[in-house]
């Protein structure tokens, strides 16, 4: 799992304790996007591997047969040409999407941090930064400067 994967799961977890219906619902928009994602992802390595395919039958066509291009039925040349070209595209395609999905997320995690930022300050209070305890108290204990 990655960084970006394990934040966005803590996250999620910690928008939870939120009871709101808003914040389930950013909680399910968060699922569905990542369920999307994945599914982007497994069509981008599908189209991979065709296009893969595809330039392992050219490779193959111009490596062992005589005059591949005119030599061949012009029906499997055009097929292959076909399979690699829609590949391609697909995979551009596919890229494109996958970068609005991460674009989504990425704002869905912001506005899960706003949350989790207001939740924690309206549970715990408001928190206390060293800047605001005076010098004398923020001093450990057993320190004897003058």
Known sequence: MSEHQRHTEF????????ESAVGKDL???ITRI???????????WLMVK???????C???????????????PQFIVNLIYALGLG???SLLAFCGLGMVYRWKLDQHREE??????????SRLGK????????????KPTGENTP
């Open 112 to 121: 899960c941090r706003r949350r989790v930022a207001k939740l924690l300050k």
């Open 127 to 138: 928190p206390v930064s060293a800047l605001s305890i005076p010098a004398e108290a923020a």
């Open 87 to 89: 590949s391609l595209i």
């Open 34 to 44: 990542q369920r999307d994602s994945r599914c982007v992802q497994r069509a981008v």
């Open 11 to 18: 996250l999620r977890e910690c928008i939870l304790y939120e």
């Open 27 to 29: 909680e399910e928009r």
């Open 50 to 56: 065709l296009a893969a395919l595809a330039v392992a």
């Open 58 to 72: 050219l490779c193959y066509g111009i490596i062992f047969v005589d005059n591949f291009p005119y030599n061949a």
